[in-house]
């Protein structure tokens, strides 16, 4: 049997392998020789992709590649089950009779399958039963913190984390309630509108994806405290019951561990991953001069994919800003959106009698402004001014007032631009994004693909077709390189009242927003 599957996004996992690769997985088999097989199936758009865990046997060889949180994704998908569809391509898994015992689960002795999945996620040690998942039972771990008097002193709260707690499929994803004596060194590293973020060590370390509950030595983490004491339950319920459900779903958002209570000021605090190359806004101003454009391409691909998994879900994000989009290493694909206090379902999202707002407003679009209802493509509108700031490494209006005059120029078709010698396709695809009509604007899974295409020309090509000769895009983008190499950027003051984080704002009288024009005083704000 030949598998194919094509494999993206893997650098952000795997540092050996390219994105842009197709890997062949060729099962060697004997026979009336059946391997049992799990079949992980990951989802980019609408490609369904298969990962598979790397597996030796006598017969051969399978070369298998795992995701760490895939029991947090998914449950077991065994091929005896299921039949896939791989590449357009039907499979089907055949069985001898030998093989069809292993679906008898009343045997008196431990089957084929249950003798691997013994091996594979390890016994339950309370009713020595085989786990679920990754040293995950769900009969027992669910509450199992509450059984141990390990209580938040919250019903809600606790209530909270034992629904996610049966949601869960491994310890390596269980959403744990953890003392606050657990942490040491915590120190405020950043103050939004809403939160303000400090960094701590753990020093239990993080869960591992191992057959039994084994921990990471110490690691730093994120404590997430909410600022307004009035929003403090909503919100956090809010914020934990979207980012959790998103995580479960395998939108690649910023990783989420835990909850804790300060009991200092009974507080409180999500416990989340750490940034340590902190968030797009900073990244860009301080390493703008070193990326090039697959840099720059690779982190929007990031960025539209956890959009594309946000929207998908039916959750409208509503805060969409560089702050709010966390760099985790440098190169490759480790951007990723965070902060999910003011995202809504899709049903729950309500217009204002007043443009009555919260948010950042270089990024908040116009029909937003105009007291209309925050939809998807707010969002992508959000989306395309980013686009602008990885253009210009500067963000956007930094030299102007965030005021009613501004929001009032927005509406009349201010829009920031982009950095000179930006390839045409690019600020096409920006145009799209900031068009004053919503129903213009494209979709995430649009901006993911297109933006992919750009970065990956040559995707759905195998190695032995691609051309000598790079494609006319690519050469364009290489060709931005090095005029943006060449050129010095003017330094831009940023105006002391320009304010880039989240506030609650209100404007009256605005002007039925329309298209972008060129500004009359002939000034670039960017």
């Given at each position: 049997?030949?598998?194919?599957s094509?494999?993206?996004?893997?650098?952000?996992?795997?540092?050996?392998?390219?994105?842009?690769?197709?890997?062949?997985?060729?099962?060697?088999?004997?026979?009336?020789?059946?391997?049992?097989?799990?079949?992980?199936?990951?989802?980019?758009?609408d490609?369904?992709?298969?990962?598979?865990?790397?597996?030796?046997?006598?017969?051969?060889?399978?070369w298998?590649?795992?995701?760490r949180d895939?029991?947090?994704?998914?449950s077991?998908?065994h091929?005896?089950?299921?039949t896939?569809?791989?590449?357009?391509?039907?499979?089907?898994q055949?069985y001898t009779?030998?093989?069809?015992?292993?679906?008898?689960?009343?045997?008196?002795?431990?089957?084929?399958?249950?003798?691997?999945?013994?091996?594979?996620?390890?016994?339950?040690?309370?009713?020595?039963?085989?786990?679920?998942g990754?040293a995950?039972?769900?009969?027992?771990?669910?509450?199992?913190?509450?059984?141990?008097g390990?209580?938040?002193g919250?019903?809600?709260i606790?209530?909270?984390?034992?629904?996610a707690?049966?949601?869960?499929?491994?310890?390596?994803?269980?959403?744990?309630?953890?003392?606050?004596?657990?942490?040491?060194?915590?120190?405020?590293?950043?103050?939004?509108?809403?939160?303000?973020?400090?960094?701590?060590?753990?020093?239990?370390?993080?869960?591992?994806?191992?057959?039994?509950?084994?921990?990471?030595?110490?690691i730093?983490?994120?404590?997430?405290?909410?600022?307004?004491?009035?929003?403090?339950?909503?919100a956090?319920?809010?914020?934990?019951?979207?980012?959790?459900?998103?995580?479960?779903?395998?939108?690649?958002?910023?990783?989420?561990?835990?909850?804790t209570?300060?009991?200092?000021t009974?507080?409180?605090?999500?416990?989340?991953?750490?940034?340590?190359?902190?968030?797009?806004?900073?990244?860009?101003?301080?390493?703008?001069?070193?990326?090039?454009?697959?840099?720059?391409?690779?982190?929007l691909?990031?960025?539209?994919n956890?959009?594309?998994?946000?929207?998908?879900?039916?959750?409208?994000?509503?805060d969409?800003?560089?702050?709010?989009i966390?760099?985790?290493?440098?190169?490759?694909?480790?951007?990723?959106?965070?902060?999910?206090?003011?995202?809504?379902?899709?049903?729950?999202?309500k217009?204002?009698?007043c443009?009555?707002v919260f948010?950042?407003?270089?990024?908040?679009?116009p029909e937003?402004?105009?007291?209309?209802?925050?939809?998807?493509?707010?969002?992508?509108?959000?989306?395309?001014?980013?686009?602008?700031?990885?253009?210009?490494?500067k963000?956007?209006?930094?030299?102007?007032?965030h005021?009613?005059?501004?929001?009032?120029k927005?509406?009349?078709?201010l829009?920031?631009?982009?950095?000179?010698?930006?390839?045409?396709?690019?600020?096409?695809?920006?145009?799209?994004?900031?068009?004053?009509?919503?129903?213009?604007?494209?979709?995430?899974?649009?901006?993911?693909k297109?933006?992919?295409?750009?970065?990956?020309?040559?995707?759905?090509?195998?190695?032995?077709?691609?051309?000598?000769?790079?494609?006319?895009?690519?050469?364009?983008?290489?060709?931005?390189?090095?005029?943006?190499?060449?050129k010095?950027?003017?330094?831009?003051?940023?105006?002391?009242?320009?304010?880039?984080?989240?506030?609650?704002?209100?404007?009256?009288?605005?002007?039925?927003?329309?298209?972008?024009?060129?500004?009359?005083?002939?000034?670039?704000?960017?």
């Amino acid at each position: 049997m030949i598998w194919e599957s094509v494999i993206r996004d893997l650098k952000n996992k795997f540092g050996k392998l390219r994105s842009a690769d197709k890997i062949k997985m060729v099962w060697y088999s004997k026979q009336n020789r059946i391997l049992d097989m799990d079949l992980c199936p990951d989802f980019l758009g609408d490609e369904k992709i298969f990962i598979i865990q790397k597996h030796r046997t006598s017969n051969g060889t399978i070369w298998k590649y795992v995701l760490r949180d895939l029991e947090n994704k998914f449950s077991k998908f065994h091929s005896r089950n299921n039949t896939y569809c791989l590449q357009n391509r039907e499979f089907k898994q055949h069985y001898t009779p030998e093989e069809k015992c292993c679906n008898n689960y009343d045997a008196i002795e431990p089957t084929k399958c249950e003798k691997y999945n013994a091996d594979y996620y390890g016994v339950c040690p309370n009713c020595k039963k085989i786990n679920t998942g990754y040293a995950w039972c769900k009969k027992c771990d669910p509450g199992k913190f509450l059984r141990e008097g390990k209580s938040s002193g919250n019903t809600e709260i606790n209530q909270l984390i034992y629904q996610a707690q049966i949601k869960t499929q491994s310890y390596y994803s269980n959403l744990e309630w953890i003392s606050y004596d657990k942490f040491q060194d915590i120190k405020l590293v950043a103050e939004g509108g809403f939160a303000k973020i400090y960094s701590a060590i753990w020093l239990d370390g993080e869960p591992k994806l191992n057959r039994e509950k084994k921990r990471s030595p110490p690691i730093t983490i994120a404590l997430k405290r909410i600022k307004d004491t009035k929003f403090t339950t909503e919100a956090f319920v809010n914020e934990i019951n979207i980012h959790h459900h998103c995580v479960l779903y395998n939108a690649n958002l910023t990783k989420f561990y835990g909850i804790t209570k300060d009991p200092a000021t009974n507080e409180f605090l999500m416990i989340l991953e750490y940034a340590h190359e902190g968030n797009l806004r900073n990244y860009l101003e301080n390493n703008f001069i070193n990326l090039k454009w697959k840099d720059k391409l690779n982190i929007l691909i990031s960025i539209a994919n956890n959009l594309f998994n946000i929207h998908k879900l039916k959750y409208i994000h509503r805060d969409l800003h560089s702050g709010n989009i966390l760099q985790f290493y440098i190169g490759g694909f480790g951007t990723k959106i965070t902060d999910l206090g003011l995202s809504q379902s899709i049903t729950n999202s309500k217009s204002s009698c007043c443009s009555n707002v919260f948010g950042v407003l270089p990024y908040i679009a116009p029909e937003i402004l105009d007291g209309k209802s925050y939809t998807l493509e707010s969002d992508i509108y959000s989306f395309g001014i980013i686009m602008t700031e990885v253009s210009t490494g500067k963000s956007p209006y930094r030299n102007v007032p965030h005021d009613g005059n501004l929001a009032l120029k927005i509406c009349n078709g201010l829009r920031p631009r982009v950095a000179k010698g930006t390839p045409k396709c690019y600020i096409d695809l920006v145009n799209q994004c900031l068009d004053v009509n919503p129903g213009k604007r494209p979709s995430s899974k649009v901006l993911l693909k297109t933006i992919r295409n750009w970065r990956f020309p040559n995707d759905n090509y195998s190695r032995l077709e691609k051309s000598f000769d790079e494609p006319e895009i690519l050469k364009e983008f290489i060709d931005a390189d090095n005029i943006m190499f060449k050129k010095s950027f003017p330094e831009i003051l940023k105006h002391s009242e320009a304010i880039y984080s989240g506030r609650s704002m209100c404007f009256h009288n605005l002007p039925v927003p329309r298209n972008s024009v060129e500004d009359p005083e002939g000034r670039f704000y960017i």
